[in-house]
């Protein structure tokens, strides 16, 4: 998720389009916090780790 949230904030600021810079920021805020509940052991979608 954190990936394509960063592929996401490229593609939006090379062509200037505001919705996929607005989609990328956050995914990739949704995934680190997904990514340090689950390095935290907290389960995550009934799973243990997130990667």
């Known amino acids: ?3 394509l949230g960063i592929i ?3 593609v939006g600021f ?3 389009i505001s ?3 607005t989609i990328g920021i ?3 805020a949704i995934g680190a916090i997904l990514w ?3 390095a935290l ?3 995550v979608g009934g799973r ?3 990667w």
């Open 1 to 3: 998720m954190v990936v």
């Open 8 to 10: 996401l904030l490229v």
């Open 14 to 16: 090379v062509t200037s």
């Open 19 to 21: 919705v996929l810079w």
């Open 26 to 28: 956050v995914l990739v």
């Open 36 to 38: 340090v509940l689950g």
């Open 41 to 43: 052991g907290h389960a």
């Open 48 to 50: 243990r780790h997130y």
